[in-house]
């Protein structure tokens, strides 16, 4: 079995990889290794899939349509999974075009791809944000997701919707998974719990937004990956029973799903703090700030479909999670 994982010097991208290699499955993974965080820690997660049995590494940027199309013809991958995307909601507001670049444009490329060498499922990475200003909770797949409050939402309802027309016109069984706050070793610097630990363990003062009133549905990155691998093992084929009017935008006619993956359990921005100062064994100096444009106080995501189809769903309690972040996080940085 060939997988191509795209961005796989990624956070995502990485846990998946030592994943599936673990499994003796053979892995292709591909990344620019831009700048929008740190470049070494992407090459140190590199640096340990480099030397496993069954895993390439090609330096492609998914927006270089011919190079895209290259791999596609000198490759034949039995699944596909796009964790490649320029990530992040903040920095959508000062860097637009790079989201059209990698999400939009990029995403085509590898829509094209796949359809041409009749790749047996797309797996690809949405996001929590596309429920954007909803209100209702918990999150749920059926729900509508009409109102984005930031560019890298919209990109990822537009990833949706061009997955559907891909599974209507050419039969490419294709599934998002719209990830919940993904945490845990080797996870992101431009996230807020990777900024909290590093200020807190320097002394330095915290940004809490919202004034602390926020609620997230951390889900710790072995949780993300079990679902990943359960759910790329199993295309969807289609519910014929369902209408194409139907108002539940999670499920189709054609091979076509999407599945929330989260901890089915959102925790106050507060306690995520507190068990940070734990495990650290130091308090945090808070500098709290009102809400930032494109953000939003609470996700909470309803798993139950991903639970019915795949037998599972994430579980692992925030102080374990924060726990294995923290040490691994000590012993990357030696401090």
Same mark, same amino acid.
């Given at each position: ?24 499955? @053979? ?90 060498? @009749? ?79 590093k200020a807190i363990n320097e002394g330095k003062p915290i940004d809490v937004y919202n004034f602390g009133k926020m609620k997230r549905d951390f889900t710790y990155i072995d949780d993300v990956i079990e679902g990943v691998v359960r759910v790329m093992h199993q295309p969807p084929k289609g519910n014929l029973n369902d209408s194409v009017n139907s108002s539940d935008g999670a499920t189709s006619t054609i091979p076509y799903k999407i599945y929330n993956i989260g ?63 923290? @040490? ?8």
């Open positions: 079995m060939k997988v191509l994982v795209t961005g796989v010097a990624g956070f995502i991208g990485y846990h998946l990889a030592q994943r599936l290699l673990a499994e003796n499955i @053979q892995v292709y993974g591909i990344d620019n290794l831009n700048e929008y965080y740190d470049v070494y820690l992407k090459k140190a997660r590199l640096a340990q899939l480099y030397p496993q049995a069954g895993f390439t590494f090609l330096f492609i940027d998914l927006a270089d349509r011919d190079r895209m199309a290259e791999l596609f013809q000198e490759h034949k991958f039995d699944y596909v999974v796009n964790l490649a995307a320029q990530a992040g909601v903040r920095y959508s507001l000062e860097n637009p075009f790079a989201y059209a670049d990698s999400n939009l444009s990029g995403f085509v490329n590898l829509l094209e791809g796949c359809r041409h060498s @009749q790749v047996k499922h797309l797996v690809f990475a949405s996001s929590s944000s596309v429920y954007g200003a909803n209100t209702k909770v918990p999150f749920s797949v059926s729900d509508r997701v009409d109102h984005p409050i930031s560019l890298y939402a919209a990109t990822k309802k537009a990833n949706e919707l061009m997955a559907h027309v891909y599974s209507h016109l050419y039969h490419l069984p294709t599934t998002g998974l719209r990830f919940f706050t993904v945490y845990g070793p080797w996870g992101r610097p431009d996230m807020a719990y990777f900024k909290f630990v901890n089915n359990n959102p925790v106050e921005l507060m306690t995520f703090i507190e068990a940070i100062e734990k495990f650290l064994g130091k308090t945090a100096q808070k500098n709290f700030l009102p809400m930032q444009p494109g953000d939003v106080p609470s996700t909470y995501a309803d798993v139950d479909d991903l639970m019915k189809d795949v037998g599972f769903k994430p579980a692992t309690p925030i102080e374990e999670g924060i726990h294995c972040f923290v @040490q691994w996080y000590r012993a990357y940085y030696k401090n």
